[in-house]
């Protein structure tokens, strides 16, 4: 059987997120992964399927797929180098360091550290570990949905998910595992922040589309461009997805509710999907008909994510609320 490097995550029940919206509502606390975040899950199972015989690992990263290379790569026993983008903040740099990896930055945004990750592994013979367009990944990530449907017994079901989508990988993780339980009519909802949509932006235009930039402080959000996977998903109508933005404040808003009452510190790619919740959007698509007026309980995937401490929060206060 194969080696796990990730762990079955809680699954909690927030009372208070729960009086907001009006359905019990469950967080899958991926922030509990080890390497901080749920990219352990794909990255662990992508690693023992192709890189047992490794000579090192490269991957390309805003920092959170980054984290969960170097922790399989010290586990392996292997070299990791990391590719980030000069938007990657020194806090993940560090924490990437002190797990080991060697720390290269290239670009200025995930898209351009990823042509040099591709690169090396080229030029240097190691092993390309893509952060989101994989279906190693994808099985990886699917787990989650099958731990939630244990958790919750035979005959709960939730009547939505809300996941936050950077390039789509945690999505086509998610749709698939939704698929390998059977719950094909559970609606997801997709979450991005304005200027980190490529998503979006690709439902909107009925293609998958390229970004000019990535405007947004969800720098984990931000890939310019979302895997055809995803995009697929959106379009083959054997699950619906409703895609969904909110703004960086909005994000803002509800890490430090988060924070409050739920006591856990999450980054901005997070926040995206939180927000959902405390943003009123879920009422909202009540509201339009694109949820059920009752509706069964809301499963938020709280993804995690290192980029973040009370410093960089107080900068992201400082920034957004200027
Ligand atoms: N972050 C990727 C891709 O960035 C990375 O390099 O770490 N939540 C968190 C905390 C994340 O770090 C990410 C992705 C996501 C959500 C979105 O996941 P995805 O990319 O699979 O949609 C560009």
Redesign the pocket.
Known sequence: MEKHFHLNTPLLESISMSKRVGTAVYLKMENAQPS????IR?IGHFCQKLARQSAGLV??????????TAYVASKMGVAATIVVPSSSSQLVVQRLQDQGATVKTVGKV?DDANAEALRLAETEGLTYIP??DHPL?WEG?AGMIAEVAASLGAGVKPGAVV???????????VVQGLKDVGWTDVPVIAMETVGADCFNAAVKAGRVVTLDDITSEA?????KT?CEK?FEHSRSGDLTIISELVTDRQVLQAMETFLDEERVL??M??G?ALAAVYGGLIGRLQHGGQLPAVLGPLLVVV???S?IDTKQLAALKHKLQA
């Open positions: 901080g975040s749920f990219k794909g991957c390309s990263s805003a920092g959170n797929a980054g984290m969960a995930w952060p989101f990944l990530h996941v936050s989508v950077g390039g789509g990988g945690l999505l086509c993780g720098k984990c959000l931000g890939a979302v995803a999450v980054e790619a997070c995206a993804c995690g994510g980029m």
